[in-house]
């Protein structure tokens, strides 16, 4: 069973080489995505953003965000009281945030976000870690899940 | 405007390239991504299937999935008669499509699993397309986020998955209890055992769980939430939502807003 799985494993990060390796895709699928993807660094730093990301959150520009902003020093997460349920991503778990509800009044008066009519916004949050090929985290990945895109 | 939406972009892509250096990294975000990814040419073959994939199908290898499978003549996709659907995804749109029953018995067929250990699964499964610079679609690829999940073989996970399923129907008991293949009374009692509530209880609970949903849409009116589960704003279910949440439907929103 343990060879089948690393077998299985094996072909498909060949799968992903031959189809990646000399294009740019990676990249491309990410900022496509329909879903909001942050990466952070593991002090909690924001290093990347996506389209999806950025419309959701009215975030005006990626050199607003990506790198000063800090999911630690999130006045708002610290509010929810969610920041060690977030820490235990760098442990190496995949963590399942339910019904995370930021008020956007707050987002404004914390963030350089756009001024819209809007009250929450909420969302399912699945952090998941990546690691490396030692199997240490190097990055966090939060994603957030709607409900649908009606 | 047009200058900034591309500048954003390229923000964007930069801020990837900055970041990673190489595409190794990127992928295993894809690859580590907890829930499964397939990604299509766009004939509808399948030319990558992440890891959360394998681990679904039971560790299926990918040789038996990519360059062979094709979501076009996948028997049990063209039963679902989405097929028109999916090719608009294909065409450049985001296409939702919510609740899908995950077809596991044509899934074992084809690769060969002996038994899944879930009885049932519902997915959300959103197909976006992936754009080139001159937007055009190079490739398509699916999400498949679980959303509900029945485990064990028995009568009481069937008679749960009934009820979510018909949800905005009347609560039927009768048909409830077919559905896990009991009568009535026996199903009622085996219910309330197992669950601590009865089948109508949780009909009830699961309705107003829908109904916390509708209403965190600030673009509907506390009415219209309350249609859109199918329930009057006026009637028994806003004194039962607030039985059961200990505010007004109209305080519950106040209180998230």
Redesign the interface.
């Known amino acids: ?1 343990k060879d ?2 690393e ?3 094996r ?3 060949e ?2 080489q031959s ?2 390796e000399e294009q ?12 909001p ?1 942050q ?1 952070f660094s593991l002090d909690g730093t924001a ?5 999806a990301a ?1 419309n959701m959150i009215g975030i005006k ?3 607003s965000h ?1 790198g000063k902003y800090n999911v630690f020093e999130d006045p708002i997460v610290r509010e929810l009281g969610v920041v060690d349920q977030v820490r235990q991503v760098l442990t190496g778990k ?1 963590v399942y945030l339910t019904d995370f ?1 930021a ?1 956007y009044q707050d987002m404004i008066r914390y963030f350089d976000v756009k001024d819209r009519d ?3 916004i ?1 969302s399912d949050i ?1 952090c ?4 490396n090929a030692d199997g240490a985290v ?2 966090f ?1 939060a ?1 957030f ?1 709607f ?4 | 405007m047009g200058n900034s939406i591309e500048d ?2 390229n ?3 930069e ?3 900055t ?1 990673f250096g190489n ?1 190794e ?11 499964p990814i397939q ?1 299509y040419a766009p004939d509808g073959t399948s ?5 959360a994939m ?1 681990t679904e199908y039971n ?5 038996m999935v ?1 360059g062979k499978y094709n979501v076009f003549k996948d028997p049990d996709v063209i039963a679902t008669g989405q097929l028109h659907a999916l090719k608009r995804a294909f065409s450049g749109e ?1 296409v ?1 499509f ?1 609740d899908v029953r995950v077809p596991l018995e044509g899934i074992a067929e084809r690769y060969g699993i002996q038994d899944f250990d879930v009885e049932a699964v519902y997915q ?1 499964i ?1 197909v ?5 610079d001159e937007k055009r679609v ?2 398509v ?1 699916a ?1 498949l ?1 679980n959303r509900r999940v029945y485990r064990g073989k028995d009568e009481i996970e069937k008679g749960k998955e009934y009820i979510e399923s018909h949800w905005l129907e009347r609560f039927d008991l009768g048909k409830t209890a077919k559905a896990a293949g009991l009568s009535k009374a026996h199903f009622t009692k085996l219910f309330k055992k197992h669950t601590g509530i009865t089948p109508h209880e949780y009909y009830v609970n699961y309705k107003i769980s829908k109904l916390k ?1 509708k209403l ?1 849409d ?1 673009n509907l009116t506390i009415a219209q939430a309350f249609a859109a589960c199918n329930m009057n704003y006026s009637g028994h279910f806003a004194r039962v939502f607030k039985d059961k949440t200990g505010v007004s439907p109209s305080a519950y929103r106040k209180m ?2």
Do not use: H, W
């Open positions: 069973m089948k799985l077998d299985a494993q072909s498909l990060a799968s992903f189809l990646f740019e895709l990676f990249a491309r699928v990410i900022e496509c995505f329909p879903y993807i990466i290093r990347m953003i996506n389209k950025l520009s990626v050199e990506v995949t509800n008020p809007i009250q929450t909420s699945t998941f870690p990546l690691v190097e990055y990945v994603v899940i409900e649908s895109f009606a | 954003r972009q923000d964007i892509v801020s990837f390239q970041l595409e990294l990127l992928a295993r975000v894809i690859d580590c991504f907890p829930y990604i030319v990558l299937v992440n890891k394998l560790a299926i290898s990918p040789d990519v985001t939702f919510p959300d959103t976006f397309p992936i754009l080139d190079i490739y690829a999400v986020i949903e965190l600030t998230l807003g």
